[in-house]
């Protein structure tokens, strides 16, 4: 990473922080620390912020969909899987980009990804 442009990501990220330890559940603080962490590469922490999204917005198909994404970049495909399922049960309905995002890269070619896939095209869950 380009060291000016690094240094902008430092400084979102420590912004992104202070504001979360303000505001421990707000939704859209975490949601915006969880994506600067994954970009940054921090899998660990991203996925520790979208396990706390889980559990604060439950009924949020796209925060089960980031968290099917740090477990997939931090390489546990069964939960990867489990919480995928749960994205698409409550209301995610990104066909087209489950198949291009690239951290689902890991678990693309296990025959449960395009299962899920046909379900939800079965079910008229996607968007085009």
């Not at 996925?47 to 546990?76: E, F, H, I, K, Q």
Request: net charge neutral; with cysteine.
């Amino acid at each position: 990473m380009p060291r000016k442009k690094q240094s902008e990501d430092d400084l979102e990220l420590r912004f992104l922080e202070a504001l979360s330890r303000r505001s421990p559940d707000h939704v859209r603080i975490l949601q915006a620390l969880g994506d600067m962490y994954t970009q940054t590469g921090q899998i660990r922490e991203g996925l520790a912020v979208d396990l706390r999204l889980s559990s604060l917005a439950p009924g949020d198909g796209t925060v089960w969909y980031n968290l099917a994404c740090s477990y997939a970049l931090s390489g546990s495909k069964d939960d990867a899987f489990a919480a995928l399922e749960k994205a698409v049960f409550t209301g995610y309905a990104g066909y087209d980009w489950m198949q291009e995002d690239k951290d689902l890269e890991s678990i693309r070619k296990d025959p449960r990804f395009k299962q899920l896939l046909t379900r939800m095209k079965g079910s008229g869950r996607q968007e085009h």
